[in-house]
C-alpha cells in the first residue's frame, strides 16, 4: 500500500491507498505552524494513518507534499510562507520519525498527479494539468502519469504570466494573471465576505455579477494557456473554485463568448476540456502517495 501526506496551508492530511489505487484510510488536522510543529503533525497524521490499516509494515512507498520550494532530489522545502516554514529538511524529517524516507514534491504538482488519478477512468487524457485556484493561481501538468518539472520546476506557473491587467503583482511584475483569477483578486474586486458573492451575483447585484465575470475570464484565460501548452484536460481545484457551480458556469460563459467570435477558440474546444473538482476530494495527498515511481505503478495506466 501507499501512505501520501499533505501539509496545507491550513490542514495536514495523510491517506492510505490501497494496490487498487482505493482510499482505504484518511486522516487529517489541523497543520502545525513553523518548522517543528509543521513536521511533528505530518508525522503524526501519518503514524494514525497507517495504523489504520495495519502499521508502517504494511506501507511500500511513502509520499509527502507541502507549498512552497520542494526539492524532490534533496528533500527539502523552502519559503512555506503560510506555514511559516524557511527551510524544512522535509524528506529526512519524516524519515527520522517513521523510519522510512519519502519522495517529495511541491503541493500543486503532487495535487495534479492524484486529478489525474482521480478524473482518468471518466475523462481518458494523455496530458493533464491542474489549475489551482487557492489564495494565488498556480498549475502544474502530468504527462503520461508523470508529473511535468521544466526549467527549475516551473512548468505550468502561469499565474505570474502578465496579461495586461495593469495591476502590481507580488511577484514584482505588473497585471499578471493571479491578479484577476485567486482569493487575492477577490479580495480586492469584493471587500465584503466572500460567501456572499455568488448569492449576490444570483440575485442580481451588479457589481457581484462584474466581479464573478472577472475572476471567470481569468481563470478561462488560465485553461486556454494550458491547452495551447498541451493539456488535454483541465482539472480545476482549490478554495475558490471548488464546489462553485455559478463559477463554472461563468467559466462556460466566457469562453463561449469569445469563442463565438474566432474559429481558432471553437476548435480548441476548451469548455469540454474543463473538470471542476468537486470538494472533498483529496487530490494532493493522493498525489503524494503516488509519488514515489509516479502513477504507472498502480496499474492505473501511463
Ligand atoms: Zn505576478
Known amino acids: 500500500m501507499r501512505l501520501g501526506i499533505d501539509i496545507g496551508g491550513t ?21 502545525g ?25 504494511e506501507i511500500d512507498h511513502v509520499g509527502a507534499c507541502m507549498p512552497g520550494l520542494v526539492d524532490p532530489e534533496t528533500g527539502w522545502a523552502r519559503h512555506a510562507v503560510n506555514l511559516s516554514v524557511q527551510s524544512l529538511d522535509l524528506a529526512g524529517g519524516i ?15 503532487a495535487a495534479a498527479l492524484g486529478a489525474h488519478h482521480a478524473v482518468r477512468p471518466h475523462v481518458p487524457a494523455g496530458t493533464t494539468a491542474y489549475l489551482n485556484v487557492g ?30 491587467t495593469g495591476i502590481p503583482c507580488s511577484c514584482g511584475q505588473e497585471g499578471c494573471l493571479e491578479t484577476i483569477a485567486s482569493g487575492t483578486a ?20 451588479e457589481h457581484a455579477g462584474d466581479v464573478v465575470a472577472t475572476l471567470a475570464h481569468g481563470i478561462a484565460l488560465a485553461v486556454q494557456v494550458l491547452v495551447v501548452t498541451g ?9 475558490l473554485a471548488r464546489d462553485r457551480h455559478e463559477l463554472e458556469e461563468a467559466i ?9 467570435v474566432s474559429p481558432f477558440l471553437r476548435r480548441l474546444d476548451l469548455v469540454s476540456r474543463v473538470v471542476v ?11 503524494a502517495a503516488l509519488l514515489p515511481g509516479q502513477i504507472e505503478q498502480v496499474g492505473v495506466g501511463v
Do not use: M, Y
Open 277 to 287: 473538482l468537486e470538494g472533498g476530494v483529496p487530490v494532493a495527498a493522493i498525489g
Open 33 to 57: 505552524h513553523g518548522t517543528a510543529q509543521t513536521l511533528s503533525t505530518a508525522v503524526d497524521v501519518a503514524d494514525r494513518a497507517a495504523a489504520e490499516v495495519g502499521g508502517w509494515g
Open 252 to 260: 462556460g460563459a466566457d469562453i463561449s463568448r469569445r469563442a463565438a
Open 11 to 31: 490542514k495536514t492530511a495523510a491517506l492510505v491507498l490501497d494496490a487498487a489505487g482505493e482510499v482505504v484510510a484518511h486522516v487529517a488536522a489541523p497543520s
Open 135 to 164: 489564495t494565488g493561481l498556480a498549475a502544474a501538468f502530468v504527462h503520461r502519469g508523470r508529473v511535468v518539472r521544466g526549467a527549475g520546476g516551473a512548468a505550468g506557473e502561469i499565474g505570474h504570466i502578465p496579461v495586461g
Open 231 to 239: 493539456a488535454e484536460v483541465v482539472v480545476i481545484g482549490g478554495g
Open 186 to 205: 477577490l479580495l480586492r474586486l469584493w471587500p465584503r465576505p466572500a460567501g456572499e458573492l455568488f448569492p449576490a451575483a444570483s440575485a442580481g447585484d
Open 95 to 109: 524519515e527520522a520519525a517513521t523510519g522510512r524516507r519519502p519522495h517529495v514534491d511541491n503541493d500543486v504538482k
